[in-house]
Nanobody
Framework: QVQLVESGGGLVQAGGSLRLSCAAS????????MGWFRQAPGKEREFVAG????????RYADSVKGRFTISRDNAKNTVFLQMNSLKPEDTAVYYC?????????????????WGQGTQVTVSS
């Protein structure tokens, strides 16, 4: 079982930046991929970005391409989401997730483990 702990959320003005972290423990991650999802009030959870653990291949939602960057530090078992040029519509609870099969899917249903989430609020 993988344990995931997110940090780095907060309140920022539009145009600003935040960096989210996700510390993973409890397993070896050689075959995993890691994803960031977000959920705004009244909306479904949506894919933001994902990264393969070994090769670092990435995937992004169209809404964040060019603004967000996902990366990982294998030695620290940590995944990051650098968010730049933030917009009010980026406001949501952001979740880190792990897929043991490494499919780098955009579907939340294919992820096995989830963190507790961290709030990101972007003011206009």
């Amino acid at each position: 079982q993988v344990q995931l702990v997110e940090s780095g959320g907060g309140l920022v003005q539009a145009g600003g930046s935040l960096r989210l972290s996700c510390a993973a423990s409890g397993s070896t991650f050689s075959s995993y991929c890691m994803g960031w999802f977000r959920q705004a009030p009244g909306k479904e959870r949506e894919f933001v970005a994902g990264i393969g653990w070994i090769y670092g291949n990435t995937r992004y939602a169209d809404s964040v391409k060019g603004r967000f960057t996902i990366s990982r530090d294998n030695a620290k078992n940590t995944v990051f989401l650098q968010m730049n040029s933030l917009k009010p519509e980026d406001t949501a609870v952001y979740y880190c997730a792990a897929d043991i099969s490494g499919r780098l899917s955009m579907s939340a249903y294919l992820y096995d483990s989830w963190g507790q989430g961290t709030q990101v609020t972007v003011s206009s």
